[in-house]
């Protein structure tokens, strides 16, 4: 295929987000979006702040407002708070500043780690995990690279500790470890405290799935004056204006009112540990998840049949085609009705014996 691109990049396999159908006339239960709106206060400052009077003024390059928010619920200062465009926006910046020696991530993960490894020429290594998807922390130490884990990890659900953090963090001496917590909120345990003790940690979370402003793109880090600094660097080298007001406006207010969000990541921890009881009564394997979804496989069914007889029957779930995964289906958690409704769909398909759509 002709392309204008530099060699570099004209190679590229590039990320594949999950389906966005655009009638919206699915149960999407594919891209681990929060089944809730968001909050009051949330909504009239977004409004407020969509004012024409206001939109013709460029943002706060600083975001001044947001990052003291942000530093004053996790206990720390403005100067250790970094926001910017979506997570993905902050791992970006990861990959081409701190990734010099190189980088290691699981081998199972989120899949964008690696497109950023091949966009920025970074030499990674995908470290395979133990058997059950379990992330063995001493695979990480002492390897003298940048060390990037999603804790939760996608598309597993599963979570090391706070001392497996520890040992990686306070083994890698000054190279990077970054703890990409997108599904943190759902049962997981931060490990912000521990950006206090190592310069070198590094914690990336997301409004996207606990404070339901996926739509809005909105991320922030955490760590050390140093790992912050270094990435306004390359914010303002590349796009000072990187937060727009109006989703400034919305992450302020999104954090004003934690406690409505934490409460919904409450029910939606409760409805997934039902979701478990409910499919592995109907012979799944579910590998357990402290994330807004889980990560399931039956052997009376091939995993992508299964994916596609459910969108057949207007349900999306995400089906990932790499070998080592492809039998399994991660499912986001929706609400307690859209669950039953898909545990209730699974039943059928399978009663049905699997078959394949249409025939």
């Known amino acids: 295929m002709n392309t204008y691109l530099d060699e570099?990049?004209?190679?590229?396999?590039?990320?594949?987000?999950?389906?966005?159908?655009?009638?919206?006339?699915?149960?999407?239960?594919?891209?681990?979006?929060?089944?809730?709106?968001?909050?009051?206060?949330?909504?009239?400052?977004?409004?407020?702040?969509?004012?024409?009077?206001?939109?013709?003024l460029y943002s706060d390059?600083?975001?001044?407002?947001?990052?003291?928010?942000?530093?004053?619920?996790?206990?720390?200062?403005?100067?250790?708070v970094f926001v910017s465009?979506?997570?993905?926006?902050?791992?970006?910046?990861?990959?081409?500043?701190?990734?010099?020696?190189?980088?290691m991530f699981p081998e199972i993960s989120y899949g964008f780690y690696e497109v950023f490894a091949e966009l920025h020429g970074t030499d990674f290594v995908k470290v395979p995990l133990k058997e059950g998807f379990v992330i063995d922390p001493e695979d990480y130490v002492g390897k003298n690279k940048t060390v990037v884990i999603a804790n939760p990890?996608?598309?597993?659900?599963?979570?090391?500790?706070?001392?497996?953090?520890?040992?990686?963090?306070?083994?890698?001496?000054?190279?990077?470890?970054?703890?990409?917590?997108?599904?943190?909120?759902?049962?997981?345990t931060t490990a912000?405290?521990?950006?206090?003790?190592?310069?070198?940690?590094l914690v990336v979370q997301t409004f996207s799935k606990s404070r339901s402003l996926a739509g809005a793109r909105l991320g922030f880090a955490l760590g050390s004056k140093t790992l912050i600094r270094d990435l306004e660097k390359l914010k303002y080298s590349t796009n000072p204006y990187n937060v727009n007001s109006v989703t400034a406006a919305a992450g302020t207010a999104a954090i004003g009112e934690n406690g409505y969000y934490m409460e919904n990541c409450s029910r939606i921890a409760a409805t997934r540990e039902?979701?478990?009881?409910k499919l592995t009564e109907l012979g799944?394997?579910?590998i357990p998840s402290l994330a807004n979804f889980i990560?399931?496989?039956?052997?009376?069914?091939?995993?992508?049949?299964?994916?596609?007889?459910?969108?057949?029957?207007?349900?999306?779930?995400?089906?990932?085609?790499?070998?080592a995964i492809r039998q399994y289906n991660r499912i986001t958690i929706g609400t307690r009705d859209e669950m039953e409704k898909l545990v209730a769909e699974i039943g059928d398909i399978i009663d049905d014996g699997g078959k394949e759509p249409g025939q």
């Open 8 to 56: 570099r990049f004209a190679a590229l396999e590039e990320y594949t987000p999950g389906e966005q159908p655009k009638d919206q006339a699915y149960i999407k239960l594919n891209t681990n979006e929060s089944p809730y709106a968001p909050g009051p206060a949330t909504v009239a400052a977004v409004a407020d702040a969509a004012a024409a009077t206001r939109l013709r």
């Open 61 to 80: 390059p600083d975001s001044t407002k947001l990052k003291r928010a942000i530093a004053g619920l996790y206990g720390v200062e403005s100067s250790n």
């Open 85 to 103: 465009n979506g997570s993905d926006d902050i791992l970006n910046f990861v990959f081409m500043g701190f990734c010099g020696k190189g980088v």
């Open 153 to 188: 990890n996608a598309p597993t659900g599963r979570a090391i500790t706070l001392d497996d953090i520890s040992r990686i963090a306070g083994a890698n001496g000054r190279e990077p470890v970054i703890i990409d917590e997108a599904y943190v909120d759902f049962g997981g």
């Open 192 to 201: 912000v405290e521990l950006t206090r003790e190592f310069d070198n940690l």
């Open 274 to 277: 039902w979701t478990v009881e």
């Open 284 to 286: 799944f394997q579910v």
């Open 295 to 323: 990560f399931v496989k039956n052997d009376v069914i091939d995993g992508e049949r299964l994916y596609r007889e459910l969108k057949e029957r207007k349900i999306l779930v995400r089906h990932f085609g790499s070998e």
